[in-house]
T-cell receptor, first 112, second 113 residues
């Protein structure tokens, strides 16, 4: 069974610090990787996608992918209280037909 | 991008009854996805709904419990049948919009008493 694992947290960081969120996946055939943010009571929204090994930066967000280690991470620089949410890692495999497998999510709390 | 609406936004139902959730998308899409998010849990795919064919169900989900309709390229319904308290969840409709981005509807929060 394909699995995506995340530390449930909560991960607490002070405002202005770097938040580091991690995710591992079991299926070596996975090709597409996504980070979603979900505020309490809201639906998930996509914040980053990454497909190749290395780093991908978008504003304060950096996604990192290491396919050899089956590891994907999300860094949030200059964390703000508005970043407090649950971050879901999602993986899509080559034969998945657009099906995403989600991790359980990491709750991030950015403290003043 | 894709704009998705769902009805109802929330409901409280008695066990043994059924609820039909509607999903409307503002553009034509080939596949629509139905997810469930149980309290404190992540998203689990229930089924993929293609227009003009039977829905494809994931392991652990069956058509008798979660019948799906897909009458056209912008609309789908998910019915939760013979409900029990274990069905209390948020049900989310989802589509792919262009550039590999999956969009989610606002969700239907279901409580079964």
């Amino acid at each position: 069974q394909k699995e995506v694992e995340q530390n449930s947290g909560p991960l607490s960081v002070p405002e202005g610090a770097i938040a580091s969120l991690n995710c591992t996946y079991s299926d070596r055939g996975s090709q597409s990787f996504f980070w979603y943010r979900q505020y309490s009571g809201k639906s998930p929204e996509l914040i980053m996608s990454i497909y190749s090994n290395g780093d991908k930066e978008d504003g304060r967000f950096t996604a990192q992918l290491n396919k050899a280690s089956q590891y994907v991470s999300l860094l949030i620089r200059d964390s703000q209280p508005s970043d407090s949410a649950t971050y879901l890692c999602a993986v899509r495999d080559k034969g998945g037909g657009n099906k995403l497998t989600f991790g359980t999510g990491t709750q991030l709390k950015v403290e003043l | 991008s894709a704009v998705i609406s769902q009805k109802p936004s929330r409901d409280i139902c008695q066990r043994g009854t059924s609820l039909t959730i509607q999903c409307q998308v503002d553009s034509q899409v080939t596949m629509m996805f139905w997810y469930r998010q149980q309290p404190g849990q992540s998203l689990t795919l229930i089924a993929t709904a293609n227009q003009g064919s039977e829905a494809t169900y994931e392991s652990g989900f069956v058509i008798d419990k979660f019948p799906i309709s897909r009458p056209n390229l912008t609309f789908s319904t998910l019915t939760v049948s013979n409900m029990s308290p274990e069905d209390s969840s948020i049900y989310l409709c989802s589509v792919f919009g262009g550039t590999d981005t999956q969009y989610f509807g606002p969700g239907t929060r279901l409580t079964v008493l």
